[in-house]
C-alpha cells in the first residue's frame, strides 16, 4: 500500500545570509526549550536552550527567540555556513521533581546553498 | 568522554528475531533515554530512566518492546519479537538532571526488519 512519509518543512538559503527557522510548541508547562542539529547519519546535537521566563538568548552565530503569548520558538543563525546544512529540531522539557521530559517537533531541513 | 556510546551501529535482522540493542550513557549522567527515530513519526520517546528507575514508559509501542537499566552504566532495549514496522534508527541519550543543556544523544542504531 502507499505509505505516507512525514513531510519535512524545508529552508533554503545562500551561502553568508541569515536563517531562521520556526517552531510552535503545544505545552504552556514547558519549563525550557532547546533546539537541536541532526546531521545525516548522527545523533541530535545540542545548539542552544533557552528558559521559559526568556524571551531571547544568543549563542555564536545563533539566536533563540521565544514567544510564550503565541507558543512560537525560532532559531536564528547568522552568516550560514554549508556546515550548517542539516535538520533542525526544537524540543520542550517539562520537569517532574527531579526528571525531566524532552518532546521533539517534527523539524526542518536547512539546505545552505553555494 | 567518549559521549554516549550505542552498539550495534547497523543491524539488520528477520521478522520474528529478537533484537537487543545496547546503550552506555555518560559517566555521572543520571538519566538515560531511548527515542525512536521514522520518517513517519520523527522523533519519538520511547522510555527513560531516572536513577536506574524507568519513570515513564508510555512511549513504548506494544509488549514485544522492553528495557532494562541494571546499572548507572548500561542500558539494553528489547524487540521480541520483531517485526518489519520496527525498522527505524533508535537512539539513546543521557543527561544529569539538573543541567538544562546536559542532554547528548548517541550516534543510533539502525534497524532494518526483513
Known amino acids: 500500500g502507499e505509505s505516507v512519509g512525514l513531510h519535512l518543512p524545508t529552508l533554503s538559503v545562500q551561502e553568508g545570509d541569515n536563517s531562521i527557522i520556526n517552531c510552535a510548541y503545544s505545552?504552556?508547562?514547558?519549563?525550557?526549550f532547546i533546539w537541536y542539529k541532526q546531521e545525516s547519519g548522527k545523533g541530535p546535537q545540542f545548539i542552544i536552550d533557552?528558559?521559559?521566563?526568556?524571551d531571547k538568548r544568543q549563542g555564536q552565530r545563533v539566536t533563540v527567540l521565544l514567544n510564550k503569548t503565541v507558543k512560537h520558538l525560532s532559531l536564528q543563525i547568522a552568516a550560514t555556513q554549508p556546515g550548517d546544512s542539516a535538520v533542525y529540531f526544537c524540543?520542550?522539557?517539562?520537569?517532574?521533581?527531579?526528571?525531566?521530559?524532552?518532546?521533539f517537533g517534527s523539524g526542518t531541513q536547512l539546505t545552505v546553498l553555494p | 568522554d567518549a559521549g554516549v556510546i550505542q552498539s550495534p551501529r547497523h543491524e539488520v535482522t528477520e521478522m520474528g528475531q529478537e533484537v537487543t540493542l545496547r546503550c552506555k550513557p555518560i559517566?555521572?549522567?543520571?538519566?538515560l533515554f531511548w527515542y525512536r527515530q521514522t520518517m513517519m513519526r520523527g522523533l519519538e520517546l520511547l522510555i527513560y530512566?531516572?536513577?536506574?528507575?524507568?519513570?515513564?514508559d508510555s512511549g513504548m509501542p506494544e509488549d514485544r518492546f522492553s528495557a532494562k537499566m541494571p546499572n548507572a552504566s548500561f542500558s539494553t532495549l528489547k524487540i521480541q519479537p520483531s517485526e518489519p514496522r520496527d525498522s527505524a534508527v533508535y537512539f539513546c541519550?543521557?543527561?544529569?538532571?539538573?543541567?538544562?543543556?546536559?542532554?547528548?544523544f548517541g550516534s543510533g542504531t539502525r534497524l532494518t526488519v526483513v
Open positions: 541519550a543521557s543527561s544529569l538532571a539538573r543541567d538544562s543543556n546536559g542532554y547528548t
Open positions: 505545552n504552556s508547562a514547558s519549563d525550557y
Open positions: 533557552i528558559r521559559s521566563n526568556m
Open positions: 524540543a520542550e522539557v517539562v520537569s517532574s521533581g527531579s526528571a525531566r521530559q524532552l518532546t
Open positions: 559517566s555521572g549522567h543520571n538519566s
Open positions: 530512566f531516572n536513577n536506574n528507575v524507568p519513570i515513564d
